[in-house]
T-cell receptor
Framework: NAGVTQTPKFRILKIGQSMTLQCAQDMNHNYMYWYRQDPGMGLKLIYYSVGAGITDKGEVPNGYNVSRSTTEDFPLRLELAAPSQTSVYFC????????????FGDGTRLSIL | EDQVTQSPEALRLQEGESSSLNCSYTVSGLRGLFWYRQDPGKGPEFLFTLYSAGEEKEKERLKATLTKKESFLHITAPKPEDSATYLCAASNYGQNFVFGPGTRLSVLP
């Protein structure tokens, strides 16, 4: 029973490099989300998707991009990594509408040096 | 602006010492209030959803309640394994979930 799977678990990037954080869910959920979590702060929504081919910005989208070509996958792309993007990134999926609870992966811990 | 705050920031209890965590929200058009538990190095784990004022949900030593402005997570006779960060989140009709910063609970044996 995999649920939401995120890869990689840890990554160190140099300033200016790019990378893609992978997220896959096997619960056939329409809704998927990307958050970042900084120490002492709540989860901040980066992007979300209500279904394949549909994405929208959340509270903190600058410096990130997403795509949703299938129901299962929702990758997050970081272009030109900056130290401010050092954080823990969580992917979540959540049912058929925004009133359903979200189920989270175990996160990707990203450091930009 | 939609906002969720939680108090206290951290709470230390002795095993068996009951207490409550607070979640205050200002959300236009609340659809649901969610409680999650987060262990170190892990993603949040869903506990409860509350949809309307007066609603209560229980699971083992935890009980969540909801008013028009706040939600409480009551912990009865906690055990050390209840130690975690507890997050609450509010969803609105704009597809958004707004998370609070969490309460770090430590239960000492």
């Amino acid at each position: 029973n995999a649920g939401v799977t995120q890869t990689p678990k840890f990554r160190i990037l140099k300033i200016g490099q790019s990378m893609t954080l992978q997220c896959a869910q096997d619960m056939n959920h329409n809704y998927m989300y990307w958050y970042r979590q900084d120490p002492g702060m709540g989860l901040k929504l980066i992007y979300y998707s209500v279904g394949a081919g549909i994405t929208d910005k959340g509270e903190v989208p600058n410096g990130y991009n997403v795509s949703r070509s299938t129901t299962e996958d929702f990758p997050l792309r970081l272009e030109l990594a900056a130290p401010s993007q050092t954080s823990v990134y969580f992917c979540a999926s959540g049912g058929q509408n925004s009133n359903q609870p979200q189920h989270f992966g175990d996160g990707t811990r990203l450091s930009i040096l | 602006e939609d906002q969720v705050t939680q108090s206290p920031e951290a709470l230390r209890l002795q095993e068996g010492e009951s207490s409550s965590l607070n979640c205050s929200y200002t959300v236009s058009g609340l659809r649901g209030l969610f409680w999650y538990r987060q262990d170190p190095g892990k993603g949040p784990e869903f506990l409860f959803t509350l949809y309307s004022a007066g609603e209560e949900k229980e699971k083992e030593r935890l009980k969540a309640t909801l008013t028009k402005k706040e939600s409480f997570l009551h912990i009865t006779a906690p055990k050390p394994e209840d130690s975690a960060t507890y997050l609450c989140a509010a969803s609105n009709y704009g597809q958004n979930f707004v998370f609070g910063p969490g309460t770090r609970l430590s239960v000492l044996p």
